[in-house]
């Protein structure tokens, strides 16, 4: 069963990279994007955190992503010392545009199973992430 999820795991990514070859970002810009888009606003700490990168080299990864009018820094409003990575619109077409892309390869993956199939494997794989999260926090 790892196996077989490492594999499929393994795939996603490699269909995601070729995504992204069509857009002025890498995949760990796209990894925190996503968490911008997700979460709202963070700050570096926050993102390394979620992306699992040193916090200089999040710092690194903003700053190109700052420069290409994906993000922007903002000062927060109650403590000005914080300063929160900001998703900008044009950061937020481009993820919004390859999650898209990522949806019609899965839909082509999964033309063959029925309804009932389909709904069985996001049931299981619902239950599967909660698992892990709920062994996670032990």
Do not use: C
């Amino acid at each position: 069963m790892e196996k077989r999820l490492r594999y499929i795991s393994g795939i996603i990514k490699q269909n995601g990279r070729q995504i992204l070859n069509n857009y002025p970002i890498t995949s760990p810009q796209f990894v925190a994007l996503q968490w911008l888009l997700e979460e709202g606003d963070l700050t570096i700490g926050e993102l390394s955190n979620k992306i699992s990168l040193a916090f200089s080299t999040t710092t690194d990864l903003v700053d190109r992503m700052e420069k290409n009018d994906l993000v922007e820094r903002v000062r927060d409003t109650n403590d000005r010392r914080v300063v929160r990575i900001h998703l900008l619109s044009k950061g937020k077409k481009i993820i919004r545009e390859v999650i898209k892309k990522r949806q019609e390869y899965l839909g082509e993956v999964l033309n063959k199973f029925s309804e009932e199939e389909k709904d069985s494997l996001n049931y299981l794989l619902d239950f599967l992430y909660e698992e892990m999260k709920s062994v996670n926090e032990k």
